[in-house]
């Protein structure tokens, strides 16, 4: 499945300037110009080691509620945050940054979203939730070059592999439609805006 196919998927049509806000910043137009401050990167590398914690324990309560057959990307999925982790540790380490440091009150709101989403809300919901978490990620990296110094970063979330497997997501949650999937949906590009904007403006 394409980028194209990704971003045009019900769930994104419905969301209308939402999917706009959750997946454009200042941060990734400074990145695409040249202008990024060493801070708001070493803040974004930070906090979204954090997420990406608070993502895996997600991910881990999402695969224990979907059923057998579905569970195999979700499984993907998870070793391949494991390995994002030792990732961002390893950038970290070269940076000297600390990664026991508070997590910035925006990061924890969203990690808290899903943890909580993760026991309460069905499993088909927390299906287009994770599509949204990734979707919008590789959707926001995809818009820039991979070249420069973050040419590594962008990369990551905008390779053929990677869009592969939020393909997979979206076919996962078509076959798991809910009634009120949208609205948590929509939730998850709220915390995704509010995220960027933490990153560029501390």
């Known amino acids: 499945?394409?980028?194209?196919?990704?971003?045009?998927?019900?769930?994104v049509v419905a969301a209308g300037g939402r999917w706009r806000d959750g997946t454009q910043a200042e941060f990734l137009n400074a990145i695409r110009d040249g202008t990024l401050p060493q801070e708001a990167f070493q803040r974004w590398l930070v906090q979204d080691y954090y997420f990406v914690k608070g993502l895996t324990t997600f991910v881990a309560i999402t695969i224990a509620k979907t059923p057998r057959p579905s569970q195999k990307i979700l499984i993907a999925?998870?070793?391949?945050?494991?390995?994002?982790?030792?990732?961002?540790?390893?950038?970290?380490?070269q940076q000297s940054l600390d990664l026991t440091t508070a997590m910035h009150p925006i990061c924890k709101r969203y990690v808290d979203y899903l943890v909580a989403s993760a026991y309460t809300q069905p499993f088909e919901v927390l299906l287009a939730m994770l599509y949204g978490v990734e979707a919008s990620y590789t959707s926001g990296w995809s818009a820039l070059d991979a070249a420069g110094p973050y040419a590594e970063f962008i990369h990551r979330w905008s390779n053929e592999l990677f869009v592969d497997y939020v393909g997979e997501l979206l076919k996962t949650c078509n076959r798991h439609p809910?009634?009120?999937?949208?609205?948590?949906?929509?939730?998850?590009?709220?915390?995704?805006?509010?995220?960027?904007?933490?990153?560029?403006?501390?």
């Not at 070793?79 to 950038?91: G, I, R, S």
């Not at 809910?178 to 501390?202: A, D, I, K, P, Y």
Request: proline share 0%; with cysteine; glycine share 4%.
């Open 1 to 11: 499945m394409s980028l194209q196919e990704i971003q045009a998927c019900s769930l």
């Open 178 to 202: 809910h009634h009120s999937r949208q609205t948590q949906f929509n939730e998850v590009l709220r915390h995704e805006c509010n995220f960027w904007r933490m990153t560029w403006e501390g």
């Open 77 to 93: 999925g998870l070793v391949a945050l494991d390995a994002e982790l030792d990732w961002f540790e390893q950038h970290a380490q």
